[in-house]
């Protein structure tokens, strides 16, 4: 191993004997070394622990590298250790066993990872602070440079995000395992969750594991951090200050920040905004013990724009888990609430407007590791939901039940179950099957396959909701097709090629297709639907490219060529999507200089419509062509992000400047104002970036 170590060093320009990782790998109890665990760097060099539980890697470039250590009686443990130059780093890692009792096994071959889905997207948090363009560090904003994904709208301060053609709303956020009803302030300026309190993002794209739901393009998993020392910090991002801190021991891990924004922050903000603020906190604890463990999670937020439109958005997210998860048999259970208000009131003339939602859940899992080469869980939920006006209270209960069962073995795995779910405010009870396979042919070679039927909501629950690009009355949708309508439906397959190539590089190839069924249609006669039925229908189909580095000089390189269509509202043909990108390439990098420097960069081309939406008319014709020749014919933009940091035994401290649009690209189209259906008059603010120098700083003590 040290040997064909030692041999990636040479072909790593520049990196040979750069640092060197000397690991430990124990039980988290016990404190016992763990033989024959695998651990990976990046994606090429990887070592196995000897019968003492250590490991040593020669020839790592300086700065952070990305760990990952795989056990098949252990689960998977992820973490970044910071190497410096000409020096030895050690660290230690801490297992959680899958199986209470396990004869020793020898593992001489490096197998797929059963408990990686197909397509999944994962960046860890030490990426996101890199990441030129991120805006102030946000991880829910790094999505719109994942392969298949892009930003939703011509507003370059908005982190929204389609996947694979499909809308926002079509997209489900996480924290912790929760949902986040509103998971963004202002309207998408930034999230309510940063870069400090999250171990990584997890993005799964179209074929959902089962026990996932709610969403027909993807679901972004926010994952809370693993506290590694004990620290509190202080950090500046673009008009925001945050307080936080972190203290782990060996039964309970502790994690909480308060942030707030101190002025009027947005530098261009929509015609009639004078003021907008955020506030939010964000807090985590867990507990482990012999047997049970338990944690529990809060996040709450609060937004105010004034002007024009007095707007408030409160909302608040309380969970907490009780379980067991260190034994062959483990299981959780765990209660949420989550609340969503936002209320707004127009001076002139004068109205009032409120949307209330609110989502009150019991959850459980239950995982059985029936031997190292087969695991199977089953989870399931029960919760009531509530979406109330200003005139009107709707109430839903939903459910579903989901199993899936892994093989693994040393040359593939092969993942099948499947979700039975009931859809608040949804007619029927429906059936989703699910099957996943990866297969390693040869050793830097992986195929896999998946299919899954996904199904949500067909109500767009939110103030100043539209569908096919025309504002509706949501009391009036709901009355007109609740319970009658069916979930919307969206079938994905999915066919990808991993291959790991030499000097540190690693290229995947993935395909798709999907389906859309039952997409909601109505007859749009002006705002208020006479009628609402599921005749819409649409598809989609792609291929994405990507190549990517990990080492000194690291990065990631994508294209993707798709076509997405679809069939609803009041048009009586397919049409292309709002948010379809035919074309898109995006190149990010990021290299580290000895000193603790580095810099980034991330360049995005885009083609397609990625601004103004078409307006279906009564008579299905579309709206005028004035308002379809507004839309930009292609996007581009250039970020450079330059950091430094400064570490410690004991202290850190961190300062950068991320310029955003360098190329000063005018990707900025004026106000767009027309009569729509109905002959209410429709505006489109759509906002740009000139050359825009972000600055941030921060204290780890």
């Known amino acids: 191993m040290t040997l064909r170590l030692a041999l990636l060093g040479i072909l790593l320009p520049g ?54 250590i795989e056990h ?31 004869e020793t096994v020898e593992v001489r071959t490096i197998r797929p990872d059963p408990s990686v889905p197909q397509g999944r997207r994962t960046v860890s948090s030490s990426q996101i602070r890199r990441s030129a363009g991120s805006v102030a560090t946000d991880p829910i904003r790094v999505v719109q440079a994942l392969p298949g994904a892009a930003a939703a709208a011509g507003d370059d301060f908005s982190n929204k995000y389609v996947v694979r053609g499909g809308d926002p709303e079509e997209n489900r956020i996480l924290f912790d395992g929760y949902p986040l009803l509103q998971p963004v302030h202002l309207e998408g300026f930034t999230s309510v969750i940063y870069d400090d309190l999250i171990s990584n993002v997890e993005v799964f794209p179209g074929a959902l594991p089962p026990r996932l739901g709610d969403a027909v393009s993807s679901v972004t998993s926010l994952s809370a951090a693993d506290p590694g020392r004990p620290r509190r910090f202080f950090r500046y991002d673009l008009g925001s200050i945050a307080v936080g801190g972190e203290r782990p021991s060996d039964r309970t891990e502790v994690i909480g920040a308060l942030r707030t924004s101190f002025y009027n922050l947005i530098l261009r903000r929509p015609p ?25 999670t809060v996040v709450a937020s609060r937004d105010r724009e004034e002007g024009d439109i007095d707007r408030d958005v409160d909302a608040l997210l309380v969970g907490a888990r009780l379980g067991n998860r260190t034994h062959a048999r483990s299981w959780r259970i765990g209660v949420s609430g989550t609340e969503r ?29 029936v031997n190292p080469a087969f695991q199977a869980r089953a989870d399931g939920e029960f919760r009531f939901d509530r979406y109330r006006t200003l005139s009107t209270t709707w109430d839903d209960e939903a459910a579903f039940a989901a199993v899936e069962g ?13 979700r039975i779910e009931k859809i608040p405010f949804a007619d029927g009870v429906w059936a989703s099957p699910y099957l996943s396979m990866r297969v390693r042919a040869i050793p830097r070679l992986t195929l896999g396959a998946a299919w899954r039927t996904a199904r949500q909501t067909p109500y767009p629950l939110s103030e100043g909701a539209e569908i096919a690009g025309l504002p509706v009355d949501v009391d009036a949708l709901l009355d007109a097709g609740e319970g009658k309508l069916h979930p919307i439906r969206a079938d994905h397959l999915s066919a990808s090629v991993e291959v790991g190539l030499s000097a540190g590089f690693a290229c995947g190839i993935e395909g798709y297709s999907k389906r859309y069924d039952d997409l909601l249609s109505w007859d749009a006669s002006g705002t208020t639907p006479a009628g609402a039925n599921n005749r819409g229908e649409g598809s ?23 076509r997405t269509r679809k069939r609803e509202g009041g048009a009586t043909a397919q049409r292309p999507a709002d948010h379809d990108r035919p074309r898109m390439l995006q190149v990010g990098g990021e290299v580290s200089i000895s000193g603790g420097t580095s810099v980034a960069l991330a360049f995005r081309s885009a083609t397609g419509r990625p601004i103004t939406p078409l307006v279906a008319l009564p008579n299905g014709d579309l709206a005028p062509g004035e308002v379809n020749s507004q839309r930009l014919s292609s996007y581009r933009r250039l970020d450079i ?51 825009l120098p972000i600055a941030g700083f921060g204290f780890y003590f």
Do not use: C
């Open 272 to 296: 009639g905004v004078k003021k907008r603020a955020f506030q939010d906190l964000t807090a985590r604890g867990s507990f482990d013990g012999d047997r049970i463990g338990a944690s529990l």
């Open 641 to 691: 992000k330059l950091e430094h940091r400064i570490e410690g035994t004991k202290n850190e401290a961190f300062l950068y400047l991320d310029v955003l649009n360098v190329m000063n690209r005018k990707n900025i189209v004026d106000v767009t104002q027309f009569v729509g259906a109905g002959g209410q008059i429709v505006r489109i603010y759509n906002q740009g970036v000139r050359i």
């Open 341 to 369: 208000k936002e209320s707004a009131e127009t001076h002139r003339p004068k109205s009032r407007s409120r949307g209330e939602e609110r989502r009150l859940g019991l959850a459980g899992e239950y995982e059985w590791v």
């Open 72 to 102: 098949v009686a252990y689960q998977e443990s992820r973490r970044t250790v910071r190497l410096r130059e000409g020096r030895d780093t050690d660290a230690v890692f801490r297992l959680r066993p899958k199986i209470a009792t396990l």
């Open 540 to 562: 989609g189909k792609g291929i994405e490219v990507s190549l990517r580095r990990e080492g000194r000089i690291s990065g990631q390189a994508s294209f993707t060529a798709s």
């Open 15 to 68: 990196v040979a004997g750069a640092a060197v990782l000397r690991g430990l790998v124990v039980e988290h109890e016990s404190r016992a070394p763990v033989a024959h665990a695998i651990v990976y760097v990046g994606d090429v060099v990887r070592a196995e622990t000897d019968e003492d539980g250590r490991f040593r890697l020669e020839g790592l470039p300086a700065g952070e590298a990305k760990l990952r």
């Open 406 to 418: 892994t093989l693994a073995r040393p040359l593939g795995s092969l993942s099948a179950g499947g």
